[in-house]
């Protein structure tokens, strides 16, 4: 072992560096770099991987859940379907023969201190967004808000829960955001 160290790894004060050990000392040094190159990107994959498909669960300290009622200018009720966390209607496409009057009013399973909805009317690439008012549980007045859509074609709504505070309260004149009473036509502009 020692004369196999001499020949290729040892290198004299008093000689010249043999070409053996140069070449032998750059060998390693490769070899060393590509095996570091290889785990970093073993541990760079992994961790990535690992991020795919482990899924990390939501933690939420607060809920707030919403009764949607839907009802058509005749009263008849439209079916709304709790999917994941929104609301759509079951029939999927609302009509624009007719005028929707919604209700949205906290649950007593509700247990966040205030929260607000997102009211989202569509078609194809044709959207618009609204928020309802703060629905607070201390405010008996303030627990519900119904509106009005009128539709001047067939359109989709999806109503989504939000617990908190909407950042768009604190905008002034906030001409998206859904009280009692309000009046919302889709699309806004009507198409010729």
Same mark, same amino acid.
């Given at each position: 072992m020692k004369a196999f160290y001499d020949k290729v790894y040892r290198i004299y004060d008093d000689r010249k560096i043999s070409d053996t050990v140069l070449? /032998?000392?750059?060998t390693v040094t490769v070899i060393i770099i590509l095996s570091c190159l290889a785990v970093m990107t073993f541990v760079g994959y992994a961790y990535y991987e690992y991020d795919l498909i482990i899924k990390i669960n939501t933690i939420q300290s607060a809920t707030f859940e919403v009764n949607v009622t839907v009802a058509d200018n005749e009263n008849n009720p439209v079916e709304m379907e709790k999917r994941n966390d929104y609301y759509i209607p079951k029939s999927d496409y609302l009509t624009k023969d007719k005028e929707y009057t919604v209700t949205i009013s906290r649950t007593e399973n509700a247990n966040a201190k205030?929260?607000?909805?997102?009211?989202?009317?569509?078609?194809?690439? &044709?959207?618009?967004?609204?928020?309802?008012?703060?629905?607070?549980?201390?405010? #008996?007045?303030? &627990? +519900?808000?119904?509106?009005? $859509?009128? #539709?001047?074609?067939?359109?989709?709504?999806? $109503?989504? #829960? &939000?617990?908190?505070? !909407? !950042?768009?309260?604190?905008?002034? &004149?906030? +001409?998206?955001? $859904?009280?009692?009473?309000?009046? $919302?036509? /889709? #699309?806004?502009s009507p198409t010729p």
């Open positions: 070449l /032998f000392r750059m205030t929260g607000f909805c997102r009211v989202k009317l569509f078609k194809n690439d &044709n959207q618009s967004i609204f928020y309802t008012i703060q629905l607070d549980a201390d405010s #008996p007045t303030q &627990n +519900s808000v119904t509106f009005t $859509i009128k #539709p001047s074609e067939d359109f989709r709504l999806k $109503i989504t #829960p &939000n617990w908190g505070t !909407s !950042s768009y309260q604190t905008e002034e &004149n906030f +001409s998206d955001c $859904i009280t009692d009473g309000k009046i $919302i036509h /889709f #699309p806004a």
